[in-house]
């Protein structure tokens, strides 16, 4: 199931370098009403701003306040705020209060098909010939063309191969058609007229270039043929008086009137053609249709694929090419094997967190352009150097309002009051042990721009939230769950909860039998869950694995799995470090 709320899907989230997703390629000719063209609209590159897997308040409220700054100190680049999980009971409180918009649900930023493909690309029908075909590839530079049906569905493809083995074969064998054509189609490839007879009639047989005697023509000319004849009116006329199919008369000659009656008579269609004997022949075997010749089970891959999927198939199919199509089987999308070769990763823009465990799926793949956190350096490398901010302050959110003002700029309201709340979150109403004059200078500051009460707004939120009577105990001790890794190359989460002058004690067994599905889930060594108590001002630690490290580092010992800590009210400072040097 999917975390509740909007998800960046196909429609929504267009590839990272800004190609939006076209509905078709339109033929070259198609444009507005009236023969107007306009210059698409080419969308912005994106980069996607984002918090933790498990998003607190601070995480979703610093997402869309940098990703807000961000899109205006930098018009060159769309800033999107995105979630990696689902909302908790304080976040969406607080969204609902600020009036600001939920972050879209972003899965991973592994690169898909349509990060790659090739959306402007020419499509054939196919009914076309083939030497339209084979000229339309050579146009675009194409090894591969899509070739649809009257439904606009993909019914096969055209490959260079496929070309060069007709030439190939016609260079070896007599030449033929490969399939029923059209006398209107052979006329139109020839860029010659049809002088008489049906263009829909069809032909299907050999095609004989007539330059012998009369008496000497092979018997083997009949019904279904073409016969290509230069200004000689007795073979002409011998070609119709064999049945055959078609009669075009070469070099630009135009049949005698009575010629051009018997073949009226014989029901033999007639076509002028400007070419010379010979290479009108050749070019009436390249006039069938091209379904003749197209490969009618092409790779194909839709377009939210994985490229890790399809990049095997790709390389191993002998055009080194797949389609993408959308759910009718339409094409709107080419992808080849040089596009697997270097293709642009995603961008991500990380907020609140350095750990590639906490950060969104497929992070290793991205590339990162910036990281603004509170919290220790984690895991998260990169391939090429970033501005990094580490700063040890109460709230990421506090680092977003300093922004802001160092750049001159004000957030919009709803995004004041979403990191306002962040950091009355974050430090606990400004009671945590992480606050810094930092954060209740920027408190102060937000508090004149929002003309409200701050501390006021901290216990409401507190208050409206902090009841978990209704919460499962797997979504308590999921909440606000931070992953980190320790020095034996194993993990360990610690989740929060904060409450209001009340604890958890009566659910002790269940919170702890939760952990231990989650901890043996995941294959964490250890799985914490504190329990803050934000007026008395303390933590109950519950413990799912070894708690010995645990109880040497507070020096308390552990009764039935829960480790009290008075004092204690910050994970990032107090409890996080020592868990980490205990392990």
């Excluded at 984002?50 to 961000?70: F, Q, W």
Aim: with cysteine; aromatic share 4%; proline share 7%.
């Amino acid at each position: 199931m999917h975390p509740r709320g909007p998800e960046l899907t196909p429609s929504t989230d267009p590839p990272p370098d800004g190609r939006h997703l076209l509905l078709a390629a339109r033929p070259r000719s198609a444009g507005p009403p009236g023969g107007n063209t306009f210059p698409a609209i080419t969308p912005l590159p994106r980069i996607y701003v984002t918090g933790h897997r498990n998003p607190d308040t601070d995480s979703i409220a610093s997402a869309v306040g940098y990703a807000e700054l961000m899109g205006r100190l930098d018009p060159h680049n769309e800033y999107r705020p995105v979630r990696l999980g689902e909302i908790n009971t304080q976040t969406r409180w607080v969204l609902e209060r600020s009036g600001a918009r939920e972050p879209r649900f972003l899965p991973h930023v592994m690169l898909r098909v349509r990060d790659v493909m090739r959306e402007d690309f020419p499509k054939a029908a196919d009914g076309e010939p083939v030497r339209e075909v084979g000229l339309l590839m050579s146009h675009h530079d194409l090894d591969l063309l899509p070739i649809v049906d009257d439904n606009e569905e993909l019914a096969g493809v055209m490959t260079e191969r496929a070309l060069a083995r007709r030439y190939i074969r016609e260079s070896r064998e007599p030449s033929e058609l490969d399939a029923p054509t059209t006398v209107g189609a052979i006329a139109r490839v020839l860029e010659g007229e049809l002088v008489s007879g049906d263009a829909d009639a069809e032909v299907s047989g050999q095609i004989w270039c007539m330059a012998m005697d009369i008496g000497a023509l092979p018997s083997e000319i009949g019904p279904g043929d073409v016969a290509v004849v230069g200004n000689r009116d007795d073979a002409q006329r011998a070609a119709i008086s064999l049945g055959v199919g078609l009669l075009v008369a070469s070099n630009g000659t135009t049949p005698s009137e009575s010629t051009l009656a018997l073949a009226a008579e014989e029901g033999v269609p007639v076509v002028t053609s400007p070419l010379d004997s010979y290479v009108t022949a050749r070019m009436v075997t390249l006039c069938a249709p091209c379904r003749s010749l197209m490969d009618p089970e092409p790779l194909t891959v839709r377009p939210d694929d994985l490229l890790s999927d399809v990049a095997d198939e790709v390389k191993e199919v002998h055009y080194r090419a797949a389609v993408a199509v959308d759910s009718s089987r339409k094409p709107i999308g080419l992808i080849t094997r040089t596009d697997l070769l270097n293709p642009r990763p995603r961008r991500v823009l990380l907020v609140d967190h350095a750990e590639q465990a906490q950060s969104v799926i497929g992070v290793e793949q991205a590339e990162i352009v910036e990281i603004l956190d509170h919290h220790h350096i984690g895991s998260i490398e990169t391939t090429v150097p970033v501005r990094a901010t580490f700063d040890p302050v109460g709230s990421t959110a506090t680092l977003v309002i300093e922004r802001f003002r160092q750049n001159g700029l004000e957030p919009s309201r709803s995004t004041a009051i979403l990191l306002l709340c962040a950091i009355m979150s974050d430090t606990v109403i400004l009671n945590s042990p992480t606050t810094t004059e930092r954060d209740r200078t920027v408190v102060e500051y937000l508090q004149r721009v929002l003309a409200l009460d701050p501390i006021e707004l901290g216990r409401e939120m507190f208050t409206a939230t902090s009841n978990l009577a209704g919460v499962s105990a797997d979504a308590i001790v999921a909440r606000d769950a931070k992953e980190y890794e320790v020095s034996s190359g194993q993990t360990i989460a610690i989740a929060q909860v904060e409450t209001v002058g009340q604890g958890l004690d009566d659910r002790r067994e269940e919170l702890q039998e939760a952990m231990r599905q989650a901890r043996e889930k995941r294959g964490h060594a250890l799985y914490a869950l504190m329990v803050t108590d934000i007026l008395a001002k303390d933590t109950d630690l519950y413990v799912s694995g070894d708690a010995g490290p645990l109880e040497a580092a507070f020096g308390t010992e552990a009764h039935d799995g829960v480790i009290p800590l008075p004092g204690v009210m910050s994970r990032k400072k107090q409890v996080a470090p020592k868990v980490l040097a205990a392990l």
